[in-house]
C-alpha cells in the first residue's frame, strides 16, 4: 500500500494573492492563524479530472416548463436538391408579378406584425416538406418573413435580405410582448 505524507512549508504562513489585495487579507478574523501546522500542499490525491458537456435547454416549445409562450408561426421552405435558393425564390417573386421583394412587402398585408423572436427550429427532411408551403403565394409569404428575419429577431420594418442561410433555415416567430404580458 502506498503511503503519502504531506510536505509541510518551511517558509512562514503567507496566502497566495494579488498584491492590491494583500493589505485586505490582513483583516483580523478573515484568516485562521494556525501557526503549528503550515500550509498542506499536494496531499496525494488524484489530479482532478476534467470533463465536457455540451448543454442545450430552451424555454421555447418547452412542455415540460411552467412557462407557456407559445409559437405564433413555424417559417419553413424546402428547395429541390441541385437548386439555389435565392433563384428559386427569385423566380417566385417574378411569376407573382413583383420586381423586388419590397414590392412584394407593400402586397402582402398578413405578414406577422412586430417584432417577434426568431428560434432556429430543427426538422428532418420529411417534417421540412411537411411544413413548407404549396402554394406560389404561401412560399413567397414565407420567403419574406426569412428574409425580415435577423439572427434572433423578425421585424417588419427592416429591409427584406434573402441570402441562402435565411431561405434555409427553419425559424418559429415568438411574439415578445407575449411573454412579459403573461
Not at 488524484?46 to 405564433?72: A, F, K, V, Y
Not at 416538406?129 to 439572427?151: K, V, Y
Request: aromatic share 8%; hydrophobic share 35%; glycine share 8%.
Amino acid at each position: 500500500m502506498h503511503i503519502c505524507h504531506p510536505r509541510l512549508a518551511t517558509q512562514a504562513l503567507r496566502p497566495v494573492a494579488p498584491p492590491p489585495l494583500y493589505d485586505l487579507l490582513q483583516l483580523p478574523g478573515l484568516l485562521c492563524e494556525r501557526l503549528g501546522i503550515g500550509w498542506l500542499f499536494n496531499m496525494g490525491g488524484p489530479m482532478s479530472r476534467r470533463r465536457t458537456e455540451r448543454i442545450h435547454s430552451t424555454l421555447l416549445d418547452n412542455t415540460r416548463s411552467g412557462i407557456q409562450w407559445p409559437r405564433q408561426e413555424l417559417v419553413v421552405l424546402h428547395f429541390p436538391p441541385g437548386v439555389s435558393p435565392v433563384e428559386c425564390v427569385e423566380k417566385v417573386l417574378a411569376t407573382s408579378g413583383f420586381s423586388t421583394p419590397d414590392e412584394a412587402l407593400k402586397h402582402y398585408r398578413d405578414l406577422p406584425a412586430g417584432m417577434h423572436y426568431c428560434h432556429t427550429v430543427t426538422l428532418d427532411k420529411q417534417a421540412r416538406q411537411q411544413a413548407s408551403p404549396q402554394t406560389d403565394g404561401a412560399f413567397l409569404r414565407a420567403a419574406l418573413i426569412l428574409g425580415l428575419c435577423g439572427p434572433n429577431f423578425y421585424s417588419p420594418d427592416r429591409t427584406a435580405i434573402w441570402t441562402e442561410a435565411r431561405l434555409t433555415r427553419a425559424v418559429g416567430l415568438y411574439h415578445i410582448g407575449g411573454f412579459y404580458e403573461d
